[in-house]
Each structure stands twice: as C-alpha cells, then as structure tokens.
C-alpha cells in the first residue's frame, strides 16, 4: 500500500551514501522515487556488510536498507543520449536529489542551472560534504572525515585512545534526512508559486548539529569539550553516564534539578537493598544539581562520586532486563545500552508493530524483517517498507511508460550503452 | 526581500528541551510564526543548562537553549492552571500546527490531546514526538536523548571492542535524527492538507524514527542472527580508514582523520608521505582491509609528527579523503562553515552577541534565515494576549495576579 502524503509526486534520485536515505523517506511517504544508477550500478550496491556475507549487486545492506521502495533505472550519464534522457526525466520530475562530487552535473549541463531551464518548477537538492563555496568544496569526502570536521569524533572516544567514528557510519544519513526536510520546505511555496529552486544541504553542518550543547562552550565558558569515555560533562564535572550491570551496560542521569523525581526513586531502591549512604536518603534532590547552573563544589563533587561508586555497585547486582523493567516501574531515568538483537526483541516495539516481514526476490525468495514506518500518521499512513530494486528494474517502465520509449529505442540506447 | 518558505504557516508549540524545539524551529526558521508555549512553573530544562552567556546562569541566558529556539515567541502559560488552559485553548483555531513532545499523558491530562483540539480546528495538523510513542507498555518511559541513544543501539556500538565500555557519542545523540524525519513528514502533511482539505495526528516514536540509521545492522540481524559490535574505526570499505595522530598544536594533542578507498588513493597517500618502505600485504585493498591493525600502527608512525592541516591539503590534493578532527573551537574558525554561511552572532537583549549555529541547508529561492535570537522567558505574553485574543491591560493583569501567567 503505499502513503498518500506526497502521492504524485516523482523524485530522481542521484545520491551515493551521502544521501541515500532522502530518497527512502520520500518513496516511506508516497513519492515515486527512481534510483538512476549508472550501468555498473550505484556505489551503494557495493557497500559491505553483505546479506550471509555474500557479496552482490542486490546483496548489500546498506544498499537493501536504504533503496528500499524505490525504483531503479540505468542511465550513462557520460554519453549524450543519457544526459538527454535524464534531461526529460526531470521534465517529468518534481523533484531530483543529488550527492555527486560539486561541478560534476554541472559539468554535463545536467546542473541545476540547466535543468531548472527544462523544469522551472524543479526543486533540486545537492548534498556537499562542504558546501558550495570554501576552500573544500571539492574535497574528498568519507563519512568519518565528515564526522571528524564537524566536530563530533572530538567528542568521542577515551583519552589516551582515538578518537572514533559510531561503528554504523552515520553523517551521510543525517545529510540525506536533512535532504528530504529541505527538499519539502522548498516544494511547499513551489506548489503556490510554480516556482522551482536550488536546496543545497552542507553535510559537514549536519554534523555539527548533532553536538548538542557542546558548540558554544569554548566561546562563553572557555575551553572545548573532549572526549572522556563513559564520562560527560562540563562546569567543573563529569558525569559518568553508562554503568555496568550483570550482563552488560545502562545507561542513566543522576541529576537532581529537574531529574529529582527519578533520582529520588533510584536512591529509595538503592536502600531498599542496602546500597544507599546515610547522606543520599536525607539529601533533598531538587536543589542538587552539580555542575547544572554553576560549577560544581568540591563537595558536590565528592557526592556525586560517591552517588556514582554505589549506583555501580547496585547495578552490578542485576541485569539490563531485570534495571529496565523495574526503572520503567518506579520512573527513573535509565536505559539498558541495547544491542541489535535486543531492540529486535523489545516489546514496545512488537506491541506497536514496528518491524516488518518484506518478501525480498533473493535466491528463490528471501523475507527480510525491516524497520517500519518512522512515523504514525492518523489520515495518510505511511507506506509499509518494500524491498530494494534490481539493477534496471524499472528500465521498462520508466522508458517505456514514462518517457514513451519504443522497444526499439531502448534496445538501440543498451547498444550504445546509454541505459 | 525573498519571502519565506513556509510564510502565513502558524503553529502552536508546546515542546521543551531538543527533539520538539528543533522540529518547530525549521518551521520557524522559514517563516511560520511560532509561539512556544512555556511557564517558569515547569521550566524548558535547557534554559537551565549550560553553556550561559558569560559562563553565568539565567533563565535567559542559555545558548543551548538558544540555539534551538530562534525566531520564535515566548508566551508564559501556567498550563496547571484552568484559566491558562481555556487561553491556550482560545489559540488553538489560529494554529495550523501544533506540536508537543511531552511523555503522553500530559496533553491529556489538560484535555489538549488531538481529539480534543480538533473539535476547535477540524483540519488541524498535530505532532507530538516522545520517546516510545503514543501507544503500547512502554509509551510513558520519561527521559531524554541520552537514553534513547542507549536503548535505540547507538551506545552499543560506540566503542573500541566490545570487551570494553563503551564510548559512546556526546549526549542526546538521537536527538538530532529526529527532528529531520519530523520537520520532514510536517511539511508533508502541511501540502496534503492544502491539496485535500484533511488534517491529521502524527505520532512520532523516537526509538522508532531512531532505528532508521542502524537499519542495515537491525535487517542483518533478523536475517543471519549477527550483532553488530563496537568495532573501533575499523571499516570494511575503507582501509586505513580512522583517527591518526598528528604533531601537537599549541602543547594540545591533533588527530587527523583519513580514508583511503582504493589502490589510487593508497598510492597518494604513500606519495604524501615519501614513499616509505612498507608492508607488502599493504599492496592491495583486500590487504590493507585484512591487515588494518597493522596498517594504522603504519600510518599512525608516518603522520606522528606531521602537521595535520597541512597534511590534510596535501592528501585533498590527491584525492584522498581526510579533514582534521575538529575541536568545538576549530568549527568556529572553519573556512568551509565560515563559507557556507554557518554561523550567526545574533544580539540578544540579555546575552549580548551570542554564537548561534546556523540552517544546514540553503534554499536559493525562498532562504531560510534565523530571523530572531531565542526569546526571553515569556517575552511576548503581553503582545500576544493583547493582538490575537484581544485582552487589555486590566484582564492581563489579572491573569497575572492569578498565577495564570507564569
């Protein structure tokens, strides 16, 4: 079934892994979205981890995870035939979103400036791993040297160590997503006005969005912040932030303030069972809060050390299943530091139907449970997941239906190798 | 003057802290008006968290709170409180939108959940984003994105080995993947409506729009039963691929990211580095990908005391993905942000000029803009009782004197 949100509307999408996921949340919310790979394929088809370990075209998870819904055309971008058809394409098209190295459309007129010519109602999308204008535009770019130029691999890690990169590489899908929010804030005045427009999304800024408070510290505090492991913090303290447990880790604020409800309730278990000090069941929780609005105390510091050595010793004595559910109970703020496999077995998320079974056409028919809709929507649901496409899966359809290509042509565009 | 995107586009919101704020400020920051919705009886906690301006707290004061808040207005409505509820209520037919991401049974509980609200505006467009979502056991888990970070898989998975603690990535991580998907699907929802005349509730579940960005490790895992584990920056694209470091700066340590993704690349790099003599393992992708450990003791050894902006030029030069790793200070001067447009001193009428960061995307048409620094706690009571519900001096007064307004 697919979603009503943005049905009617077409997308051509031109992104490697610096914006796959743009395309996937237009194709979630009713867009048709046609994946124009180059002959030998998108580079995403190539990504490893591979489905059993088997590397194939249609094997890669990032490939099946994130081309999900979309249909697939080949086109040689390289040969004139090509730059024609995919000139027609975005005639026919309400949107196109691209990541290729800054210039390289341009280059073959298939820019924005060209194409708006062909479509004035075009809204063009261009993900740059450092926008259009610095000294870096046409720097290579990975994702962890994105992740490390907007600053949040500085912030991660232990001292002493290297600093590190999440082990599922993540600034190229913050910039895809933020693609897909730029490219309808732009269409909504387009639907009024018929006009089209250029949405340039800086990937490197994407990631400095993710820094949460920490951008401005050296500025008004003096003084970045760095990484420190499980610790966190500033004004003079840092908060450990993940405990051990029995079988694993969990992650929790022991903060006063306006976490004193929670606290309280993690101090009155923790005597129940023996584990709380004289000083933390008569400390009044509201009005302790180290390092919040002021630097933290001496004093203040040697509390929450202590607070910090007895939680642990507590949480040792129970797994992440037994902290979550009882946390959950009494409203304290933890989490268990979950792996794939428990969040796949979490029963809010079975309760809400989240993960889905998806018929997947691999090796004589393959179901693969995928992530749901990202959103519940009352009036137009958002489309249930679907596999990704076969290379040129939709060359037919697209050329054919689409663009009103006869047979003919097509089999003379495969002989010039132009699709 | 270019008009806004999203001009005319009014909304009412009552969210605190990141995941609600980031969300209506891509609406605010293209021109919908935005009234947010606070009291001081139950504080924005990010009003209250550093860093202040000056390094001195207020309530004012906060550019993390700032940052997250521009160009929009600030009403105080001590929502406990009846008569703030029939205010807030008399503002509903305004909104086109409203958005709230408090644990579900607070709107509720005010009788202003989504069934209530469209009595009074049938084609309202509502939002509300807490961390489970709205429905099943877990929907009223309190908490903030540190936690969701850890239960959607992102600690996990931060880390050197999995023998270790983790590493996990600075604070409310999740908190900046959601904002994107809901801004997204708000838009959306707003050009449906114009098309059909039909509103709607969006329940955005923050595990669930979180998991979008592990996705291939959750299908891995339902498939074959493997678990993706902390894996340091080992890659198994790219190789070497991670941090190396440099010669310090200014008695501070430097590390420069690098990734090399082909025999081309791997060539460049050993050009840069004067072709030194190396492992012959080295040789091919498949052998720096197998023999990674040993390449980055490698390389760490042959970048230790080079200089690693200039490094980073001269590996650019040659095609080789690499970029210093950025401290907060160095984003400041980065010439790529500085480029782009990033950064904004806006003067803000306590905190002086303070440092916002700026939109991540351009429109070249219709630009967003941050057209006005964060609001002071309930800076436009007065003018919007006054404009939009036409109450005079007197009544508000007593609002005031009745604890309405606070």
């Known amino acids: 079934m697919t979603c009503e949100l943005l049905k009617g509307l077409r997308m051509l999408d031109l992104t490697d892994d610096k914006g796959a996921i743009c395309g996937k949340i237009f194709a979630d919310m009713g867009a048709e979205v046609i994946k124009v790979e180059p002959p030998p394929g998108c580079s995403t088809r190539r990504i490893a981890p591979f489905l059993d370990d088997q590397p194939g075209p249609d094997t890669s998870l990032y490939f099946l995870a994130y081309q999900a819904g979309k249909k697939s055309i080949t086109l040689n971008l390289e040969c004139a035939d090509g730059r024609r058809l995919l000139t027609e394409l975005a005639r026919k098209s309400d949107f196109v979103v691209q990541s290729y190295p800054v210039g390289y459309l341009d280059s073959l007129d298939l820019g924005f400036d060209s194409l708006i010519k062909t479509n004035p109602r075009l809204i063009y999308t261009s993900i740059m791993p450092f926008g259009d204008s610095g000294p870096g535009k046409h720097y290579a770019a990975a994702d962890i040297t994105v992740w490390a130029a907007g600053g949040n691999m500085y912030l991660m890690g232990e001292e002493g160590r290297p600093p590190l990169q999440i082990s599922a590489p993540q600034a190229g899908l913050h910039a895809g997503a933020e693609a897909a929010a730029g490219s309808l804030i732009a269409h909504y005045p387009r639907q009024s006005s018929g006009q089209g427009q250029h949405v340039v999304v800086d990937m490197q800024a994407c990631v400095v969005w993710t820094l949460m408070n920490a951008q401005a510290f050296p500025i008004l505090h003096g003084g970045s912040m760095k990484r420190s492991g499980v610790f966190s913090g500033a004004l003079r303290l840092r908060r450990k932030m993940v405990f051990r447990c029995a079988d694993g880790h969990i992650s929790t ?8 409800a929670s606290l309280k309730a993690m101090v009155d278990w923790m005597a129940e069972k023996g584990f709380a000090a004289d000083w933390m069941k008569r400390q009044k929780w509201s009005v302790w809060a180290p390092g919040v609005i002021s630097p933290a105390s001496d004093q203040e510091i040697e509390q929450v050390h202590d607070l910090e050595d007895r939680v642990q010793q507590f949480l040792l004595t129970m797994t992440k299943r037994e902290i979550y559910a009882e946390g959950l109970k009494r409203r304290i703020l933890l989490s268990p530091v979950n792996t ?53 899966q939709h060359n037919a359809e697209i050329y054919g239906g689409l663009l009103g290509l006869s047979a003919s042509d097509l089999s003379r565009l495969r002989a010039i190798d132009a699709i | 003057m270019a008009p806004f995107a999203l001009e005319g586009i009014n909304v009412l919101d009552f969210t605190w802290v990141a995941v609600g704020p980031i969300t209506t400020k891509y609406l605010a920051d293209n021109g919908a008006n935005v009234i947010k919705i606070e009291s001081a009886t139950h504080i924005d906690v990010l009003r209250a968290a550093p860093p202040y301006a000056d390094g001195k707290f207020g309530v004012n004061r906060s550019q993390f709170f700032a940052d997250y808040n521009t160009s929009k207005r600030s009403i105080t409505l001590n929502l406990g409180h009846p008569k703030a509820r029939e205010l807030a209520m008399r503002l509903v037919p305004w909104a086109d939108i409203v958005v709230e991401n408090f644990t579900p049974k607070v709107m509720r509980g005010w009788q202003m959940d989504y069934e209530q609200l469209r009595r009074v505006k049938p084609d309202l467009i509502m939002l509300s984003s807490c961390l489970q979502g709205q429905t099943g056991p877990q929907a009223m888990m309190p908490g903030f994105g540190q936690l969701m970070a850890a239960l959607s898989g992102f600690y996990y998975i931060s880390g050197y080995d999995p023998l270790d603690d983790p590493a996990p990535p600075y604070g409310a991580y999740t908190d900046y993947i959601t904002p994107r998907l809901a801004a997204a699907v708000l838009v959306a929802a707003l050009d449906y409506r114009r098309r059909t005349g039909r509103g709607q509730y969006i329940d955005v579940s923050q595990f669930e729009a979180s998991l979008h960005f592990l996705a291939p490790a959750l299908i891995d895992y339902f498939a074959t039963g493997r678990v993706l ?62 023999n990674s450990q040993v390449l980055d003791t490698f ?49 803000h009428p306590e905190m002086g000029p303070a440092p916002y ?10 630009p967003g803009q941050l057209r006005s620094p ?22 508000i007064a007593q609002l005031r004197k009745d604890g309405v307004l606070i």
């Not at chain 2, 002071?376 to 007065?382: A, N, P, W």
């Open chain 1, 340 to 392: 794939v496999a428990e969040i796949a077995d979490d029963e809010q998320l079975k309760a809400r139907g989240f993960f889905r079974p998806v018929r997947h056409d691999l090796g004589g028919g393959r179901t693969l449970t995928m992530p749901g809709p990202f959103a519940v929507l009352s009036a137009t649901p958002l489309a249930a997941p679907q596999p990704a496409p076969k290379l040129g």
């Open chain 2, 357 to 366: 960061m700026g939109l991540q995307h351009k429109l070249s048409a219709t």
């Open chain 2, 299 to 347: 390389l760490s050894a042959h970048v230790r005391e080079r200089d690693a902006w200039d490094l980073t030029s001269r590996l650019q030069e040659k095609g080789v993905a690499a970029y210093p790793v950025q401290s907060c200070l160095d984003l400041h001067q980065d010439e790529n942000l500085e480029s782009f447009g990033f950064w904004h001193w806006l003067e």
């Open chain 2, 374 to 395: 964060a609001p002071l706690l309930g800076q436009h009571t007065d003018e919007i009782l006054q404009q939009m519900l036409g109450l005079d001096d007197e009544q």
């Open chain 2, 229 to 290: 584990q902390p894996q340091g920056n080992r890659s198994e694209r790219y190789a070497p691929h991670g941090a190396y470091q440099c010669r310090d700066e200014g008695g501070a340590e430097r590390w420069i990211s690098i990734a090399v993704a082909n025999d081309a690349q791997w060539q460049g790099l050993l050009d840069v580095l004067g072709n030194p003599a190396c492992d012959e393992r080295f040789a091919t992708m498949l052998g720096r990908l197998q």
């Open chain 1, 253 to 260: 604020l022991l903060t006063g303030g306006a976490a004193a």
